[in-house]
């Protein structure tokens, strides 16, 4: 099927040509700037939980302060820790994966930087670290 184009389209187009008028982006209101996040990752196989809990209160105190959004703690999956004489741990819990989260929930100071912590991470047996979300530096 061929249509024509009708003079009174030809002229329009014409002017749209010639015309100095610019045209709004409809593409940048539909496409959402993606949000975009400073990450950084910290490996804390191999720490005792006293040492652990000191490493995570600096570290998160020092990427609060360096514009950090988004913190990846690996503890691993606790598999082989030697936890039965902890006595807040059970003999089927990591002392890392549950300790650390959960020292730093506990900490008013700590919290204060933080948005959120990825507990349903925590608690997925088959995963081996957990994602801290932090606030905007003040």
């Known amino acids: 099927m061929i249509k024509k184009i009708s003079e ?60 950090v959004n988004k913190i990846n703690v690996i503890t691993g999956k606790g598999l082989r820790s030697k936890n039965l004489n902890d006595p807040y741990q059970s003999n089927n819990l990591s002392i890392l994966k549950h300790s650390v989260p959960n020292f730093i929930r506990s900490s008013d ?13 925590v608690e997925n047996p088959s995963v081996g670290n957990f994602d801290i979300f932090l606030k905007k530096k003040k």
């Open 109 to 121: 100071h700590l919290m204060s930087k933080i948005i959120s912590i990825d507990f349903e991470a």
């Open 8 to 67: 009174k389209d030809k002229q329009d187009w014409q002017d749209f040509i010639n015309s100095s008028d610019k045209l709004e982006n409809k593409d940048f209101k539909i496409l959402k700037p993606t949000k975009r996040y400073v990450e950084k990752s910290i490996d804390l196989h191999g720490y005792t939980l006293k040492e652990a809990n000191q490493k995570m209160t600096s570290y998160i105190e020092e990427c609060y302060i360096n514009g």
